[in-house]
């Protein structure tokens, strides 16, 4: 009957890694295990991949489009705007779990706070590759360009991470307000993330206003690493800027969250 | 209980109730008035060289050319969150309560409807008013914005028809509201954000054809251009045959929820 | 060394002062129950001793850790089941003891093996891969104390754990609480029923409006607001023959309606049959008999003026 035992064990890496596994497969459970949950994911990044195709379409005969195609220049967008949907889903859930009294349960754990983080993140993460996924292979079936393998797992990657991103964001509103009222600010700061980017158009044909913001906006780095593959080579040089302002966005939004995570019993 | 005056107290005391449900609930709003701001500050923003594309119609931005888009979004978000209010009633069992009374059957759909109509009222108003702040003309002047914001709001109470009409059927409020990305299909496919002319195919076929594209087109047409008459009656005919449509399906509806209880 | 100790523990939201400065102690193997009406402070008090919110005053230690300054020991040592049954409607039961098993820091086999345990114990063995969300309320409560088990913790903290359960289901919990504490562990039970904290807790500290009004193991709490009587009906007319038939057997107490009479009866029930045997050879007749004993409800009104269950009316102290 000794906790000590219990505790000892509670604090090494192994546990904690276990705890971040069983948390990421709870998380599966949202869409296997809820008829048509996974539905709106995957159905909204995709409406709006060829919606904006069927819409906005015609500006790629405008000059300052590296393409001739406009499917390949917005795919990666409707990619990552998935991504960030995915992930403020990860922070409604949370938001759920909280009002539900889920959360208790594992505050009330020997659990580190970033463990129990860190599962959910890592869950939306995984979560992202679905809609993503989806929304590429309707890419290419409407002319989508194939953007090489090095393309293909840049882009993967800046999904991925986007997804955490979004899930951090998502989380650490969750926490703060604890209610899931705050699900349409979750859904819309990663909307305007995303898209106040050259999203549709090249950054020198965007309004000068939208061009300032996106010059400053992090995620256009994320954006044009995505897209290299689709309308162009894969280089360094336009990939690590993306990783490097995701990685800020991670640090700076995965803190916040954590600092929510901690103050849960203020 | 019989009279035109009696409907008219119930109509008015329901679209009371559905007025304050509606604007008690920030949360609710925001997705209906937040979200299509984003996006035509985004689209503006993104697409707005557009407007320098062979073929793209005089305008005097982009942004006088988008507001009549971002109109018709609220508006059917409005009806698609009116139609999920009265699915929750249905489900709370409210409606079985006025079903059980002698009001008229069309007075509780009508006063449901006030609230959507109420939420595209506001809409219009602050779609308009974003445009003059940030620089568009309204070309059609007082009468051309009084045009469309009349447009819009019997658009809201037609599409609003529509969902009450689905949450009759289904009960269910989250059947309604699986219905959302719906709006967003029908929206791109018209003429709500770029000329139908310059859109790709197949969305530009079935835009051509799109009612809620003739809807867009009049309310459109006040504000870039002046108030023209045939663009008018087509908005007010496709309104029309949408009211026509969703009082067929309400009415229906209606006899199955009473039929299966 | 106390399993709780809490002093001067107090939580202010706002201006609202839920717990106002209480001080208890709970040794180690007892059964602590904490009786109070809705809004008392009962979940405030152990959420804070659970660690989900923080005092605003005073200090608190569980299991020889502070609340504060040593919260990850404190989880590590407790078990908490709280009100709000705190369970995923999507996974099956034995995920969810697993899961919890892996939270609380046990490698996976040896998770599994408790699962299994701990899921037989509860008898929910034959329901464990069906999802929660079908399970029952009593069925949903029992899980709910299994996962509290999982690490044989030192204190264990109930929070309501049968309210809104049907009468078997509540016995079924009981049993199981009294078991847990023949094995050593404390427990804290918050509860709003006055027969549980009667028939399960060693000490009972009675909260109303934040503070603690009172303290003490059922009995002596009970005897402190008096002690039992019978209630007797007789004939008409002979209601003051049986008075002094009754003044001889011990104390009267006055009569409430004038229409019968109160006798202490020190040894309760005990004494039933001399009472009725005086009576009869005085050929009184008895039209009914009660035996009335306080009960914490008195104990209750006797402390605050209302009552702990049922109406609000304030009652002359």
């Known amino acids: 009957m000794e906790a000590a035992a219990a505790q000892a064990t509670a604090s090494g890496w192994r546990a904690n890694l276990a705890t971040i596994a069983a948390m990421t497969a709870r998380a599966k459970n949202e869409l296997l295990r809820v008829p048509g949950a996974a539905i709106p994911g995957v159905l909204a990044p995709t409406i709006f991949f060829l919606g904006l195709n069927g819409v ?53 754990s020997p659990a580190p706070r970033w463990v129990l983080l860190a599962g959910n993140v890592l869950a939306a993460s995984a979560r992202s590759l679905v809609p993503a996924t989806f929304v590429l292979a309707i890419g290419f079936a409407i002319g989508v360009q194939w953007p090489g393998l090095d393309g293909l797992l840049v882009c993967y990657l800046m999904v991925a991470a986007m997804a955490a991103v979004a899930a951090c964001w998502g989380s650490m509103l969750a926490l703060h307000y604890k209610s899931q009222s705050a699900a349409p600010l979750m859904q819309a700061g990663m909307m305007a993330l995303v898209l106040l980017t050259p999203a549709y158009a090249p950054l020198e044909l965007l309004q000068p206003w939208l061009e300032a913001v996106a010059r400053i906006n992090p995620v256009t780095h994320v954006v044009e690493a995505a897209r290299q593959g689709f309308v162009g080579d894969v280089t360094w040089a336009g990939t690590w800027p993306g990783i490097v302002a995701l990685v800020g966005l991670l640090v700076v939004l995965g803190s916040l969250a954590l600092r929510e995570m901690r103050r849960t019993n203020v | ?68 888009g971002s109109m018709m979004q609220s508006m059917m978000l409005a009806g698609n969150s009116g139609g999920i209010a009265f699915a929750v009633d249905i489900e709370m069992g409210f409606t079985d309560r006025l079903f059980a009374s002698p009001i008229p059957r069309f007075a509780i759909v009508l006063g449901r409807l006030a609230g959507t109509a109420a939420l595209g009222l506001f809409a219009s108003v602050w779609f308009l008013a974003i445009g003059l702040i940030f620089g568009a003309h309204i070309e059609g002047g007082i009468p051309g914005a009084l045009l469309a914001t009349f447009l819009i709001t019997a658009s809201s109470l037609a599409v609003g028809g529509i969902g009450a009409a689905i949450a009759l059927r289904s009960g269910s409020a989250s059947v309604v509201q699986g219905l959302f990305p719906l709006v967003l299909v029908v929206l791109f496919l018209s003429s709500a954000f770029f000329p139908q002319e310059l859109m790709i195919e197949p969305a530009k076929t079935i835009a051509e054809y799109n009612p809620f594209s003739f809807i867009v087109e009049g309310v459109r047409e006040p504000i870039v251009s002046g108030i023209d008459a045939k663009q008018t009656l087509e908005a007010v005919a496709a309104i029309v045959g949408i009211i026509l449509l969703g009082l067929a399906l309400s009415a229906s509806a209606l006899r199955h929820r009473l039929r299966v209880g | 060394m106390p399993a709780i100790e809490v002093v001067g523990l107090e939580r202010a939201f706002g201006d609202v002062r839920a717990v106002q400065g209480i001080d208890l102690e709970v040794e180690e193997g007892e059964i602590y129950g904490f009786l109070g009406p809705n809004g008392a402070g009962k979940t405030t008090t152990v959420r804070m001793l659970t660690t989900l919110l923080l005092p605003t005053g005073g200090r608190a230690g569980v299991a020889g850790h502070d609340v504060v300054a040593e919260a990850r020991q404190v989880r590590a040592s407790i078990g908490v089941a709280l009100q709000e049954a705190a369970l995923d409607p999507l996974m099956t039961g034995r995920e969810l003891i ?55 913790p030192r204190v264990l903290f109930l929070d309501e754990p049968t309210t809104g359960l049907d009468p078997v289901s509540r016995k079924t919990i009981w049993e199981e609480v009294r078991e847990l504490n023949d094995d050593g562990t404390t427990v804290f039970l918050t509860t709003q029923y006055l027969e549980e904290a009667d028939q399960l807790a060693d000490n009972v500290g009675i909260i109303d409006r934040g503070r603690i009004v009172a303290e003490g193991t059922p009995e002596t709490l009970k005897s402190e607001v008096g002690t039992p009587h019978v209630e007797l009906l007789v004939g008409e007319g002979a209601l003051l023959e049986a008075e002094r038939v009754c003044a001889e057997l011990g104390r009267l107490l006055p009569s409430k309606d004038g229409e019968r009479v109160l006798l202490e009866v020190a040894q309760g029930a005990a004494d039933i049959p001399r009472v009725v045997r005086a009576l009869d050879e005085a050929g009184i007749a008895v039209e009914s008999l009660e035996l009335v004993r306080p009960t914490l409800d008195d104990v209750f009104v006797a402390k605050t003026g209302h009552r702990l269950e049922g109406e609000e009316e304030a009652v002359p102290v």
Do not use: C
């Open chain 1, 56 to 108: 906005f379409g015609a500006l790629i005969d405008l000059r300052g489009f590296d393409t001739s195609s406009y499917e390949s220049f917005i795919v990666p967008v409707s990619m990552l705007q998935g991504a960030g949907f995915t992930g403020a889903a990860a922070g409604v859930n949370l938001a759920r779990d909280y009002e539900q009294g889920w959360v208790d349960r594992l505050l009330v």
């Open chain 2, 1 to 68: 209980m019989s009279g035109l005056g009696t409907n008219a107290r119930v109509v008015r005391a329901l679209g009371a109730r559905s007025i304050r449900q509606t604007f008690r609930r920030p949360q609710l709003i925001s997705p209906i008035i937040v979200f299509p701001t984003l996006l035509l500050a985004i689209q503006t923003g993104g697409a707005g060289a557009g407007i320098n594309l062979p073929g793209f119609p005089p305008v005097q931005s982009f942004l006088q050319f988008m507001l009549a």
């Open chain 3, 98 to 152: 697993r899961l919890q098993a892996t939270l609380q820091g046990l490698p996976p086999a040896a998770g599994r093996k408790r699962a299994d345990e701990l899921l037989e114990r509860v008898d929910l063995a034959g329901a464990a891969d069906r999802r929660v969300g079908g399970y029952s309320g009593g069925m949903k409560r029992r899980l709910d104390l299994a996962a509290a088990l999982v690490h044989e």
